[in-house]
């Protein structure tokens, strides 16, 4: 699948983007291109991956077109996973949100047009669906503006993948959650209502893979993913690493938090199909030979995992000790 070829991964330092690159390795690639801002943590990556020669560094940001324009030179295939992401520093910063989740976006389409990419995939978030925060709707404009890149070239294909949480994930809840408990022997939770969609992010990770055989460029492309509530979440962690005493101290909604997540919402559920056993397809410029959803929407309040189920995706992740 990636055999010979150059890959670049935007965001590349990240959470997903080590993820990522530990997979991509495994297909022999020619070359993968680690495009981030950070200076340290490129350097704390290459030797985490023992100067790998496959890996090749690139400090640049996706708000500098002439930067990316360069990085992409000779690439054939693009993950973008490079995004503001933190809901609170979004609403407090907008015009920053804006430059990197719009302008960024719009930068990664050019330049892939250019430079003749043959697969761009973007990196999505079910908070870009029936968006209430202002990261949620940066990221849904940069939704539309990757799929309507379909129009503008033949050369190179756009996909986006929208997706919930990933438990491992910088800023994933998992790890907050045990911290308090070890630290002040609570749980703090918004709402005791709260449902939200969790994949583990090394089973996230190879559902992009499954994408990569589609060939609809401007489709989106939905995860099937398991829900659980909060409430539930911190009860099982409370089981292993709290006590009798741990307590849940339920402290309202933030600004731009839902009580649940969207992953297909009523509007688009009219042309959302079944891609496979793994995906959704949204899909709004043809009818296709696939057959349609049921469903009027899609959200974390359905199918619900037990604690049970929830404790068995924990420990697969290596999260209870």
Not at 43 to 72: C, S, W
Not at 81 to 107: F, M, R, W, Y
Not at 109 to 114: G, M, Q
């Amino acid at each position: 699948m990636f055999k010979n070829k150059t890959i670049m991964v935007t965001g590349g330092t990240g959470s997903w983007g080590h993820e990522l690159t530990t997979q991509l390795l495994a297909f022999d690639p020619k070359e993968i291109r680690i495009f981030s801002r950070g200076e340290f943590a490129q350097f704390k990556m290459k030797i985490e991956y023992n100067n790998n020669p496959k890996l090749k560094f690139i400090i640049g940001d996706v708000r500098d077109y002439q930067a990316l324009k360069r990085a992409t030179i000779g690439v054939e295939v693009m993950f973008h996973c490079s995004a503001l992401k933190h809901v609170p520093i979004c609403e407090e910063q907008p015009d920053e949100a804006i430059k990197t989740n719009i302008i960024g976006i719009q930068n990664i389409i050019e330049v892939s047009i250019e430079n003749k990419i043959k697969k761009v995939i973007d990196v999505s978030t079910d908070k870009a669906c029936n968006p209430l925060s202002f990261y949620g709707l940066t990221k849904a404009v940069g939704e539309r503006l990757m799929l309507q890149a379909r129009a503008q070239t033949s050369d190179t294909q756009f996909l986006v993948i929208r997706g919930g949480n990933a438990l491992g994930s910088n800023g994933s809840v998992v790890p907050f959650f045990i911290n308090q408990i070890k630290k002040e022997n609570k749980i703090t939770v918004t709402d005791y209502q709260m449902t939200r969609y969790f994949l583990l992010l090394s089973d996230a990770i190879r559902l992009l893979f499954v994408s990569i055989g589609s060939e609809l460029s401007g489709g989106l492309l939905v995860m099937k993913m398991p829900t659980c509530r909060i409430l539930d979440l911190a009860n099982v962690l409370i089981k292993y690493y709290g006590n009798s005493e741990t307590k849940i101290v339920e402290i309202g909604i933030r600004p731009g938090e839902k009580i649940y997540e969207t992953l297909v919402s009523q509007y688009e559920s009219s042309n959302c199909y079944e891609y496979n056993e793994k995906y959704y397809l949204i899909y709004p410029y043809a009818n296709l030979e696939l057959q349609k959803v049921e469903f009027k929407e899609y959200n974390s309040n359905d199918n619900l995992m037990t604690e049970e189920e929830i404790e068995t995706m924990l420990k697969k992740g290596g999260f209870l000790q």
